[in-house]
């Protein structure tokens, strides 16, 4: 089984650890990259290639709506997935608008990554809960 790469790109250091000693229980998790702004997201995204980046719309220097418009612009095969404490529908239709490949609640991350990571290949659309 081929482990995936993953980076976290999240302006809060606590909500990037949690996720990430999450993530690296997990059995076919490889690398887990940590970023702390859009603007490095975009640039870890050229060097590391990751697999899977959770990004957060909230984060200075460059949002990560802005930095999913240009990684998947770019780099269409890598799956974008918007995560935010946000519950405005809003957030969501941007977060296809940007090309993402999902949308989850952080409240919920541990649940849908579980989900995602277990069936890689699931639909895009069972990314966004519909």
Do not use: C, W
């Not at 250091?13 to 975009?42: K, Q």
């Not at 296809?96 to 609640?105: L, R, Y």
């Amino acid at each position: 089984m081929k482990k995936l790469n993953i980076m976290l790109a999240d302006d809060h250091p606590e909500f990037r650890r949690v996720v990430r000693e999450f993530l690296s229980r997990l059995p076919n998790v490889g690398n887990v990259y940590e970023v702390s702004d859009g603007h490095e997201a975009v640039h870890a995204n050229e060097v590391l290639h990751p697999d899977i980046i959770v990004m957060d719309i909230g984060m200075p220097v460059m949002n990560g709506l802005e930095a999913t418009r240009i990684i998947k612009e770019k780099h269409p095969e890598t799956r974008v997935v918007i995560a935010t404490m946000h519950d405005n529908p809003m957030y969501k239709q941007h977060a296809i608008e940007v090309k993402a490949d999902g949308f989850f609640f952080k409240a919920q991350l541990k649940e849908n990554l579980e989900a995602m990571l277990g069936s890689q290949h699931s639909p895009v659309s069972s990314l966004f809960g519909e």
